[in-house]
Each structure stands twice: as C-alpha cells, then as structure tokens.
C-alpha cells in the first residue's frame, strides 16, 4: 500500500512541481521544504486527498519518500526534504475542535499568543546498554522522550535482549533538530460578548521554527495528537489534552484577510459606493442607538477607514490610523460609542484602562507555561489589534506608568520589550480611540485639557483629533433626546412580546453592520487614494493661514506640523469612505471642517479666544507662560530688595497688578509654581526661589 502511494506522489509531483523540485534540489539543504497546494492534490486525485485528511502520518511519509527518491533531484539526494502542504479549503476554529479530530489532518487559524525559544529536540536517540555496550537507536516522535524496552530492539546488533533501567543516554551520538511550541488563541472580533479566547498549544520542526511573532495572525495547517494527563502524583487521567503538530505555517498578511467578501457582498458594496449620500449615510449608521453626536461619529468613521500608511524611501514610516479620543461628562454614552465601534471594526478589541497595566496592553515577558517555564513574549491589546482599532475606555485612569508605554505604540506604532533578558519589537499597527472623564466631574474649558483628565501633555499631542462632550441643559435638546431614549426602550419592550415596532425604524441602521463591516475591509484592502492638486492646495492654504495667526512676539503658536499631517489621514480616509481613488477638494473642504471642530473645542486659549497648539501639547498657553516668566521677575527683584531668600507674598501680589495682571491670575499662578517647585514657601505669607 505504501509503495503504490509513493508512486503516486512520484507521478504528481512529476506532473505538477518538477521544477519546484528541482530548485529545492538544488538549494537544498539551505532550503529543505517543498510547499505544496492542497488544490493541487484534489485536482491529481480526489482520493489521495482525501486519504491525506483522513490519514496524514502514513501519507505524508509516502510524501517525503517520493520526494526524496525523486529522479527530478538534479542536486543530489535529499534526506531530510520536507512536503509542507497549504491551502486546505476549510479552516476549523480552536473551539471546533473535538476528539474525532485526533490524528487528522486539519487547519486552524488564530492569532499568536506566546512563542516559546527555539530548542533542539531529539529525533533519533542513542542508547548504551550498560551490560553488553551495545547502542540502540529509538526514533523519537511526540512529546514523550522515548527508551528502549529491550536492548537490541531496532537495532542491527542483536543485543543482549536485556530490559529494565540499564541504558545511558549517549546525547553526543543522538540526532537533533529544531523544535518550538506556539500557542494560539482565537480571534477576539469573533467572540460574542463574555466569551473567553481559548488557546491550542502548536508544536513547530525544523524549517519552520523562529518564523512567528507575538500577535501575529496565522493559518497553522498539522496533525492533531493527543497525550494523557497526569495527576503531580503520577496517576493517569482518562482525559486526554490535545496539541497541533504543525505541518506548515500561511501567515495572513493581507489586511482584514478573515473577513471574507462574495462576489454577493462585492455587489452590494458596488451599488453603495454608487450613492451620493453614502458619506451621511456611513455616519448615520454608527451607533443609531445613540442620538447627536455627529461630528464624533463622523471622527469615528473616519477612524475606522483609515489613512495610508507609508514607507519612505529614507526607511522611515509614516502612519496612516488615526487617533481619536473622546472627552467628557459622565453619563453620555461614550463607553457605548467605543464598543459599537469596536465591534463595527472588523479588527477590534475593547479595553477598559481602569482594569489594564502596560502589560495588558502593549506586551510583556511572562513565564513560559508551554513547558520548560522560560521567559517568553505575551502580546497585548495594542498588539493584538495589529491592523485595526483598538478601543480603550477610561483612558485617564491608567496608571502614568502604564500610559508612558502608549507613546511608542500610538506614533512609532511599534511595541518594545526589553524585560527578563527579552529585547524585541513587536508590530501595533492600530487605531486607538479613547474615552476619558474629567476627574472633577465636568469638563471646565477654562482648564487644560491634560489637568483635567491626568494624562500628560505629550501623549495628548499625538492624538489627531480630540473632542469634548458636555451635558449642558438645553429644553429643544433635552426633549429630543428624551423622545429618543424613550421611543427605543419602547420598541425594545415590544420586540420583547414579539411585536414589531415603528418607533425600530429610528435604530435601525441605513447599512448593516455586517455589510459596512465588509465595506470599511473592502475599502482598506483595495482603495489607496492620493490627494490631488486642489486638496493639496486647499490643505495647504488652511495650515498656512492658521501659521499665519501666530506670527509675532505676542501671538502663540496656532498648530504644530503634526496637524497637517493629521488633515492629509482624514483626508485619505475621507475619500476611501466613497470608495474614492482621489482625495477631493470637497474631501478636504469636510476634513477642515471637522479639524476645526475639534481644535475649537479643545486647543483654544479660553482667556484670549486665539488658538494655541501649547494648550494640549504642553499643558498650559503662551501667555500664562508670559504670565508666570513676569510673577518669577517679580519675586526675583523682591528677594533682591529684601535681602535673604524670600519675600512677602503680598508685595508679590501688588506688583503683578501693577504689570496688568489680575489678583486672582497672579494667585492662581503662584499656585501653580509652588506645586511643580519652582516657589517655596519657607513659612505662611512668604515666598521664595530654591
């Protein structure tokens, strides 16, 4: 039977990869796999395929024979060649996976978890027989180290048929090869609320070893096996644990490849892209649940679609995802933004930043539960989201430490771990949209934004654009929102009963979720808009004219370069929301209206009424600084006239009114100087300089 199947290998391999052998013969042992399509088999011999899935040990071994024996070798014998089949038509999922499995051959996808370091393994042992001196060799397979029962046994030397615990292990005269455990987990965009990801543990050889990353997205193709449990006292367990003996490694590279698209869907979208008003239409569909807020949810589409990355010709990378954080009062449906659009992302993964560390959210260097219990990488939710949005809620009330390490993940869009002896970099190519509550309750506009949330200036600065939600009274806005509130928890007491309801019609989305799901992955996979001259320009004169606004010694400094950069990402994702190849003029016209939304809400001078880049990115505004380089003047001239190393505060106070600055400003900057230690106050009712 075996012979019969290398033939047949023989016979395809002749017919459908006589060059691919012959290269492999020739590269050979540098290269040492074959990778061949699972169609290829089908199309040979529906049966030998069949006979594959149903009987891999046997058939793949008949494979590597018909490889190696091969007449196509034009380089030689090749004993250690690999057949590396890919492309099976249907990927199971971990939870899927059940005992009639065992010793099949199946595909799975996940996203990596752990990697374990790449070890050598033991594949053809050496034994001494410590009565007689003869050497067993006992071929190792699985994850049970294996002895000889007796001595001779599958040896040419008969041996002394001896049994029993007389063999040493000659580990100079033993074989090895390469060997690394994977532990994959399921895709977080494919659990229903509650559910946990489960995991399946990969055993990887030879020339596939060291090829994974941490949040990395794989289709891992292998033999299910089995081993026994054992209680910590040795008794066996009728319960079996399972693990993959990887065959062959497909990574999934393309963007949103999971989500799959028909030619039925591909229609649909046709037919969207086709309609004038898909833009207020993709905007109107976020969230419908939640009424107002549309200048958020046109920020989160936006989001959602995407800029394009870009890779210089210098190296250097400029990001394409966009950034966005939301800021405001309790009680305004800001968690529940984040989570619709989490869940319309067909990448997302929702985080609350009350319950994550650094860890959880970038990576870190965990004990390796797969075994031998070394330091190994874990991913986190920046690095799991790779390639799509990642959804942190109470963004502010991380730890500082653990917002230090968003600012490498949000620009550089990298994670890097140097722990335990780890040093490594891991890919956090995503979106980040954050939520945060002021920590005073309500959103005072005449504060800082970075006062009021506790998050610091720098990190701030990175976000493209910034919006505040404020829960003001207003009758004409009230009595809307309460008709609404109240028109959907009515529909949703009547679809309880099983009736159908007008008042549905208001929460029913104009696109469906799982069609603009397929939209936004068809948009960023096949559209890469390039903006033409008249955006161009209009971009241009727009950031020019706001430069303008500061020019001169008194003025501050409007906006930063990271603004223009910020405006040509929405704009990309402006035209990707139509489906556009071009970045329109009327693209740019709704970007800068958007922008300026955003900058008038959060990067005014609330004293001046000018726009000043300082107020998010540094924490305070150019004339408070003037303000506070006038207060130090005085009290440095004070201490001067005074003699010693302070002065009364009073006088301090007088003379600022004096420079034409308001008793309650000059208090309030004294303050704020004898916080950050700049002042001191030796005792009640003086001040001085360290």
Aim: proline fraction near 4%; charged fraction near 30%.
């Amino acid at each position: 039977m075996e012979d019969a199947s290398i033939d047949r290998w023989m016979e395809f391999l002749r017919k459908y990869y006589e060059e691919d052998v012959r290269r492999l013969s020739v590269y050979y042992p540098d290269e040492m796999s074959l990778n061949v399509n699972f169609q290829d088999i089908e199309r040979f011999d529906p049966s030998l395929a069949y006979e594959l899935i149903e009987n891999p040990t046997e058939i793949l071994h008949a494979a590597e024979e018909a490889l190696r024996k091969s007449d196509l070798s034009t380089g030689g014998e090749m004993p250690d060649a690999h057949i590396r089949v890919t492309k099976l038509p249907k990927k199971l999922p971990i939870r899927s996976i059940r005992g009639q499995h065992i010793n099949k051959f199946i595909a799975v996808e996940g996203l990596v978890r752990t990697v374990a370091d790449v070890r050598p393994k033991v594949r053809v042992a050496h034994f001494e027989c410590m009565k007689c001196h003869v050497v067993n060799k006992v071929i190792q397979q699985g994850l049970i180290f294996r002895e000889p029962r007796t001595c001779g046994e599958g040896t040419e030397d008969e041996g002394c048929k001896s049994s029993g615990k007389i063999f040493r292990f000659l580990k100079d005269k033993s074989a090895y090869i390469d060997a690394q455990r994977i532990r994959i987990q399921e895709y977080p965009e494919n659990l229903r609320g509650g559910e946990q990801p489960q995991t399946l543990d990969i055993e990887v050889e030879e020339d596939i070893t060291g090829m994974v990353m941490p949040g990395d997205r794989i289709i891992i193709n292998g033999i299910l096996r089995s081993y026994q449990r054992r209680s910590k006292t040795g008794v066996r367990s009728p319960v079996f644990e399972i693990y993959l003996e990887g065959i062959s490694i497909e990574r999934e590279e393309q963007e949103f490849d999971e989500l799959k698209i028909t030619k039925e869907d591909e229609e649909e979208i046709n037919k969207l892209k086709n309609d004038p008003d898909i833009y207020d239409k993709i905007i109107s569909s976020i969230a419908p649940s939640i009424f107002g807020y549309e200048n958020i949810k046109e920020a989160m589409a936006l989001q959602l679609f995407s800029g394009v990355a870009k890779d210089l010709p210098d190296g250097g990378r400029i990001r394409g995802d966009i950034h966005t954080l939301v800021v405001g009062d309790p009680g305004i449906a800001k968690s529940q933004l984040l989570r619709y659009a989490a869940k319309l992302a067909p990448r997302g993964i929702y985080t609350s930043g009350k319950s994550t560390t650094s860890a959880g959210l970038t990576a870190t260097a965990v004990r390796d539960e797969l075994g031998d219990g070394k330091w190994t990488l874990e991913a986190g939710a920046l690095v799991l989201a790779d390639k799509g949005l990642a959804a942190v809620d109470e963004i502010d009330k991380m730890d500082k430490k653990d917002q230090s390490a968003l600012h490498e993940a949000m620009e550089q869009q990298t994670v890097s771990v140097a722990k335990a002896g780890i040093i490594a970099t891991l890919k956090s190519r995503c979106a980040l949209l954050g939520a945060a509550n002021p920590k005073y309750g309500r959103f005072d506009r005449y504060e800082p934004i970075s006062v009021q949330i506790e998050m610091s200036p720098t990190l701030l600065s990175r976000f493209d654009l910034i919006f505040t939600l404020t829960d003001d009274p207003d009758e004409v806005l009230d009595t809307k929102i309460a008709e609404h509130i109240l028109k959907s928890h009515h529909a949703g007491e009547l679809k309880a009963r099983g009736v159908d309801s007008e008042d549905d019609l208001a929460n029913v989305p104009q696109i469906s979720p799982d069609l603009l799901r397929k939209y936004i992955a068809y948009a960023r996979r096949n559209i890469f808009p390039v903006m033409t001259t008249e955006a161009q320009e209009k971009f241009k004169q727009f950031y020019v004219d706001l430069r303008s606004q500061g020019i001169g010694s008194d003025a501050p400094v409007p906006v930063t370069a990271r603004q223009l950069e910020a405006l040509v990402r929405l704009g990309e994702a402006c035209a990707r929301m139509r489906l556009s190849e071009e970045v329109t003029e009327e693209d740019a016209s709704r970007i800068i209206k958007v922008v300026k939304d955003s900058l008038l809400q959060v990067g005014v001078d609330p004293e001046t009424g000018r726009l000043d880049a300082d107020w998010i990115a540094v924490g305070t505004t150019k004339t408070r600084r003037d303000r506070a380089k006038i207060i130090r003047d005085i009290v440095r001239g004070l201490i001067k006239e005074h003699g010693g190393d302070a002065c009364p505060i009073e006088e301090v106070y007088e003379r600022a009114e004096s420079s034409g600055i308001e008793r309650q400003r000059a208090e309030e900057i004294v303050e704020g100087l004898l916080r950050d230690g700049t002042f001191f106050s030796p005792k009640h009712g003086m001040i001085g300089l360290p």
